[in-house]
């Protein structure tokens, strides 16, 4: 991470779901992945079920023209490596220097069976999930390119604040290129788009990787999200 001197970058707000799968005192194993190392590619069996420890976890689809498809960002507490078949329909690599807790599928099923507790959050991790992904159908079919950099900001800057903050300043954990995969759109007008919400006022950018988010609201208004969220 850069030097905390002229900008002091927040750092996430705890998850209330993160580290559930190390409570639950079964056979785990830690992982660590360099960048861009493979975690499981497409259709590759799903023996293990994933906690993001540190770092990020990027999940695509290669498609047949050679073009990639980034499905979503996973960060500390998400849960990867879900199938309902036991076969990974997609990929999922180190964004970057991280780490992931590794479970068994088998094992883990057993354990939502004992445990109720264990079992309700691993309903709220594939719910979120299941959320995540209809929220990403439709900044791809039906938003505009400043809508969907503003809500790929949005969803950022939210893992950064409490309820009631305005402003936020957090480093960006992907490249343009993975944003840019992410929106289906080119790196180039995920740039373009930076800039144009730099010159509105409504961001900073005091360093290449650096976001200062100056109102909330305004980027939510920019995203097309209601402003009661925040």
Sequence with gaps: MHAQTATQLSTPVPDQQAGWMEGTSHAQHLVKLSHNE?????????????????????????????????LGFSYPGDIVGLSHDGIHHHCSSAGGAAKVRSMPRGMLMRVARERPEIAAKLLVCATSQLS?????????GCKCAQEKVASFLLELAKRYTNEGDRSVTFELPVKRS?????????????????????????????????VHVRDMIALGQLAEVDDSTF
């Design 38 to 70: 493979p975690l499981f590619y497409d259709g590759d069996e799903a023996d293990f079920i994933y906690e993001v420890v540190e770092g990020l976890i990027i999940s695509y689809n290669i498609l047949p023209d050679g073009r990639r498809q980034v």
């Design 132 to 140: 995540r992904v209809q929220d990403h159908f439709v900044l791809l």
């Design 178 to 210: 993975d944003i840019a995969d992410y929106l289906g759109t080119t790196i180039e007008t995920v740039s373009r788009q930076l800039t144009k919400l730099r010159t509105a006022g409504v961001i900073d950018l005091p360093q290449t990787s650096v």
